[in-house]
């Protein structure tokens, strides 16, 4: 098996941080707003926090190219926050200062580099605050392919087969050998694969919740012309990737908004994903059919959109798309 220690550190600091997820999430704490106007919670610096001390120990040469940066936190307006975050990270690591916690949190501020890790601490801060889907999302990028991905999404069950039913799931995929899932409370992985073409029953699309991250009438209508007549699942983060790996779904769509068409996706909104579901026998390309290429900084700046199958039902989705 590669990767065996990148595995077994990632693990153990994505579960531990879904913990402080789960610990923070009993009493949803205030919106805070970075300065591009998005909402972060003190879970989402505590994630960030925990994860990265825990890379940093292991892999001391290894950027992180983290959503977070603790500026924000250091100012005196936000002391309450601080001291609030470090009670959180407390609980899972003992004896820490304030000072440990901003620091573990800007080792997130690497650079991307020939070998370096991804992370969004929360992905889907909105569905988090909403009591909705949100992940907790790794990487392990070198040479601009996705090695590693490790995506703890602590809310999500699926209407399938044990343990996907359960609440609370870690997918992982190491490139060439598959992707598999555990429940949160149990030890014990399950292989998985996408969606077969001929499962009726799952040919479904998925797509984000929030109206601004996309085009859902555009969606609804390339889905339709793919052959999907059920309306679409709305899930908050890189959950979706999961119900696709999974086969709770066939497709994931995430076309570019009207309102704005320059965005760019951000590398650790995907990288973990994109390779769960790769592993599990799916595909994942952008609106035109290239790859996603996360070679070129921490956005993927030669993408627009994304388009995440279960294999078969890509090319039908890509020649509806370039009608
Ligand atoms: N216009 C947009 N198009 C696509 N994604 C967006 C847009 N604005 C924000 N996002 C990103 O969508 C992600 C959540 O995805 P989902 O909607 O699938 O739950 C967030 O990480 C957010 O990034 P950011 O954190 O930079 O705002
Ligand atoms: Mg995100």
């Given at each position: 098996m590669a990767y065996e220690k990148e595995l077994q550190v990632g693990i153990e600091a994505s579960l531990s941080a879904a913990k402080l997820c789960q610990a923070v999430r009993g009493n949803i704490p205030d919106r805070i707003e970075k300065q591009d106007r998005s909402p972060v919670t003190i879970a989402d610096f505590g994630s960030q926090a925990i994860i990265c001390r825990a890379l940093a120990e292991a892999f001391p040469n290894d950027p992180v190219v983290g959503e977070e940066d603790a500026t924000a936190l250091r100012s005196s307006e936000m002391s309450e926050q601080l001291a609030q975050v470090t009670e959180y990270v407390k609980q899972e690591i003992p004896n820490v200062s304030t000072e440990d916690v901003t620091q573990w949190i800007d080792h997130g501020n690497g650079e991307p580099s020939q070998r370096f890790w991804t992370l969004d601490p929360i992905d889907g801060t909105k569905g988090f605050l909403r009591g909705d889907q949100y992940a907790i999302a790794l990487a392990l990028i070198e040479e601009g392919e996705v090695k590693v991905g490790i995506l703890a999404c602590p809310a999500l069950s699926l209407d399938?087969?044990?343990?996907?039913?359960?609440?609370?799931?870690?997918?992982?995929?190491?490139?060439?050998?598959?992707?598999?899932?555990?429940?949160?409370?149990?030890?014990?992985?399950?292989?998985?694969?996408?969606?077969?073409?001929?499962?009726?029953?799952?040919?479904?699309?998925?797509?984000?919740?929030?109206?601004?991250?996309?085009?859902?009438?555009?969606?609804?209508?390339i889905a339709q012309q793919a052959g999907i007549k059920s309306p679409s699942l709305r899930m908050d983060s890189q959950a979706k990737y999961g119900a696709v790996a999974s086969?709770?779904?066939?497709?994931?769509?995430?076309?570019?908004?009207?309102?704005?068409?320059?965005?760019?996706?951000?590398?650790w909104d995907h990288a973990a994903g994109v390779i769960v579901a790769e592993e599990a026998g799916g595909r994942a390309s952008d609106m035109y059919g290239k790859p996603l290429d996360f070679s070129v900084g921490a956005k993927l700046f030669q993408n627009r959109g994304v388009v995440v199958s279960n294999g078969s039902l890509h090319e039908a989705v890509l020649a509806a798309l370039n009608k």
């Amino acid at each position: 098996m590669a990767y065996e220690k990148e595995l077994q550190v990632g693990i153990e600091a994505s579960l531990s941080a879904a913990k402080l997820c789960q610990a923070v999430r009993g009493n949803i704490p205030d919106r805070i707003e970075k300065q591009d106007r998005s909402p972060v919670t003190i879970a989402d610096f505590g994630s960030q926090a925990i994860i990265c001390r825990a890379l940093a120990e292991a892999f001391p040469n290894d950027p992180v190219v983290g959503e977070e940066d603790a500026t924000a936190l250091r100012s005196s307006e936000m002391s309450e926050q601080l001291a609030q975050v470090t009670e959180y990270v407390k609980q899972e690591i003992p004896n820490v200062s304030t000072e440990d916690v901003t620091q573990w949190i800007d080792h997130g501020n690497g650079e991307p580099s020939q070998r370096f890790w991804t992370l969004d601490p929360i992905d889907g801060t909105k569905g988090f605050l909403r009591g909705d889907q949100y992940a907790i999302a790794l990487a392990l990028i070198e040479e601009g392919e996705v090695k590693v991905g490790i995506l703890a999404c602590p809310a999500l069950s699926l209407d399938l087969a044990p343990p996907l039913n359960e609440e609370g799931l870690l997918f992982v995929a190491v490139r060439g050998e598959g992707t598999k899932v555990r429940s949160l409370k149990t030890d014990e992985f399950t292989a998985i694969r996408v969606a077969s073409p001929d499962d009726e029953e799952h040919l479904r699309f998925v797509e984000s919740v929030e109206v601004a991250h996309g085009d859902q009438s555009q969606q609804s209508a390339i889905a339709q012309q793919a052959g999907i007549k059920s309306p679409s699942l709305r899930m908050d983060s890189q959950a979706k990737y999961g119900a696709v790996a999974s086969g709770a779904a066939a497709l994931y769509l995430r076309l570019p908004s009207p309102k704005q068409p320059d965005y760019r996706e951000n590398i650790w909104d995907h990288a973990a994903g994109v390779i769960v579901a790769e592993e599990a026998g799916g595909r994942a390309s952008d609106m035109y059919g290239k790859p996603l290429d996360f070679s070129v900084g921490a956005k993927l700046f030669q993408n627009r959109g994304v388009v995440v199958s279960n294999g078969s039902l890509h090319e039908a989705v890509l020649a509806a798309l370039n009608k």
